[in-house]
């Protein structure tokens, strides 16, 4: 069975520019999570989606949305890009998103560098 | 929200000693605590998770112990070898969907 993929792998973008991440989920998995990793901060939990729906939502500006389409794959936009966005941005995802069942599996992640 | 914190940051070993990382977690509805290990320039990697209705949980070399009353559950590496070497992420989470990471413990196994 294929693994988390995501796309792009690494992108370079200025100040105030917006990007979108993709990530396609194992096939068969609908819940989909999106996480930020920094050297400072660790992994921290931007939002979750489970058919098409935002269960789940962490600590971060408005400026970082989600979305997920039918195939379950997901979308991250990230808005007015500034400096401190530069990260990797994993996403995560997992059968059902139910501690009972389920095992979370993250794709290789986007490297994102803001200048 | 919760809370979860991981000790030590940094950790060295010799190759065949064992190496041990703690995790605390503050909500008591957490019931579901996975590891990760993350080599450099790679995705995390599930390595172990146990839940809350069991105490410990051994695979091969990795074992990884839970107590729920002082809320804090620990990973064990036996017999060390160099390819251990990594960083590992406690992690924990009351839904399954939404999950809070300690800040990671470098491990390295020196031969």
């Known amino acids: 069975k294929a693994g988390v993929t995501q796309t792009p792998r690494y992108l370079i973008k200025t100040r105030g520019q917006q990007v979108t991440l993709s990530c396609s989920p194992i096939?068969?998995?609908?819940?989909v999570s999106w996480y930020q990793q920094t050297p400072g901060q660790g992994l921290q939990f931007l939002f979750e989606?489970?058919?098409?729906?935002?269960?789940n939502k962490g600590n971060f500006p408005g400026r970082f949305s989600g979305r997920q389409f039918s195939n379950s794959r997901s979308e991250m936009n990230v808005s007015t890009l500034e400096l401190g966005d530069s990260a990797l941005y994993l996403c995560?995802?997992?059968?059902?998103?139910?501690?009972?069942?389920?095992?979370?599996?993250f794709g290789p992640g986007t490297r994102l560098t803001v200048l | 929200g919760e809370n979860v914190e991981q000790h030590p940051s940094t950790l060295s070993v010799q190759e065949g000693d064992s190496a041990v990382i703690k995790c605390t977690y503050s909500?008591?509805?957490?019931?579901?605590f996975p590891w990760y290990k993350q080599e450099l320039g790679k995705r995390p990697q599930l390595i172990i998770d146990i839940r809350s209705n069991v105490g410990e949980k051994k695979d091969q070399r990795i074992a990884v112990t839970l107590n729920k009353t002082a809320k804090h559950f620990s990973l064990h590496i036996t017999e060390t070898q160099p390819e251990d070497s990594a960083v590992y992420f406690c992690?924990?989470?009351?839904?399954?969907?939404?999950?809070?990471f300690g800040t990671g413990t470098s491990l390295t196994v020196i031969p």
């Open positions: 096939s068969g998995h609908r819940s």
């Open positions: 992690a924990a989470s009351r839904t399954g969907n939404q999950f809070y």
């Open positions: 995560a995802s997992s059968l059902l998103g139910r501690t009972i069942t389920d095992t979370q599996y």
């Open positions: 989606y489970f058919s098409e729906t935002q269960r």
């Open positions: 909500d008591s509805a957490s019931n579901y």
